[in-house]
């Protein structure tokens, strides 16, 4: 498990906050949350404000086009919204993202942490975190693997939908890797499901005799799965108490990743 102080962290001081922006934006939260217009009474009982406070609030962010106000005078996300999405998406991307993680963490984590991206039926490393502990696996930058075999590609690939998961792999048999044997891609579907089931993947030796993977999924503002991160650690140094840590681990990177590109840390239905 990363460490307290390699962990990663948004800030060691939290800045001053102005009330009214804060207010404005627990209201667009809300409404996002809710994903459904509501009316001044309900807001105010769900913000804990007085209606005349929201009612000035809906007022001056439907005047700058944030809210709309529906015909029977209730409120919901305003159209102005979307060039912030846009401009945000269009400066954000998971490896930007990853590189950004760790560089507030400070020192290197135990294990190695690496992010990948689907290219077809392989995965492609985009980002690597070298862990202290040796490994005797290096992942670079643009290395490619079998994706059902990785974990980080597992990962990705238990939230996709049948079509596109057959359009990945649209053979029955699977390729060998290795010297791995073939397996049927109806083996792989029942394993994506126990994926879902428990929120990380796992790669057994599949990729490199003595490394052993978690891997988990990092979706965007869509709830689409565009990247994975994987915890590697040599196999040897596996027990019940670290493979805890360790899934634990990737689960906590993959929502902070989340976040920061917008996601929801709620995994979506497959």
């Known amino acids: 498990m990363l460490q307290e102080a390699h962990r990663p962290r948004s800030s060691a001081t939290k800045p001053a906050l102005v009330p009214a922006v804060t207010r404005a934006a627990a209201l667009l939260d809300l409404l996002a949350q809710q994903r459904e217009a509501m009316s001044l009474a309900r807001l105010s009982a769900s913000l804990g404000l007085p209606k005349s406070s929201v009612h000035g609030l809906c007022n001056t962010l439907s005047?700058?086009?944030?809210?709309?106000?529906?015909d029977d005078g209730c409120f919901f996300i305003g159209p102005r919204v979307m060039g912030l999405a846009h401009a945000f998406v269009a400066h954000t991307s998971p490896a930007q993202e990853f590189t950004a993680l760790w560089a507030e963490a400070g020192a290197a984590p135990p294990e190695t942490v690496i992010l990948s991206v689907l290219d077809g039926a392989d995965v492609v490393y985009v980002a690597a975190r070298n862990g202290v502990r040796p490994l005797g696996l290096a992942f670079t930058v643009g290395m490619r693997l079998p994706a059902h075999r990785a974990a980080t590609g597992k990962a990705m690939l238990a939230w996709l939908d049948e079509a596109r998961l057959r359009s990945h792999f649209p053979q029955a048999r699977l390729p060998?890797?290795?010297n791995r044997a073939p397996i049927q891609r109806s083996e792989l579907v029942g394993e994506l499901a126990e994926i879902r089931r428990r929120g990380y993947s796992i790669d057994d030796e599949s990729v490199r005799e003595g490394v052993y993977c978690f891997g988990a999924p990092v979706?965007?503002?869509?709830?689409?799965?565009?990247a994975g991160v994987g915890v590697c650690l040599q196999k040897a140094m596996l027990d019940p108490q670290v493979a805890a840590q360790q899934s634990e681990t990737v689960m906590r990177v993959a929502r902070e990743l989340t976040q920061r590109l917008g996601g929801s840390t709620a995994m979506p239905a497959a």
Do not use: C, H, I, T
């Not at 005047?63 to 709309?68: C, F, K, P, Q, S």
């Not at 965007?220 to 799965?225: F, I």
């Open 63 to 70: 005047a700058l086009g944030y809210l709309r106000r529906e």
């Open 176 to 178: 060998a890797f290795m």
């Open 219 to 226: 979706f965007d503002a869509s709830g689409q799965a565009v």
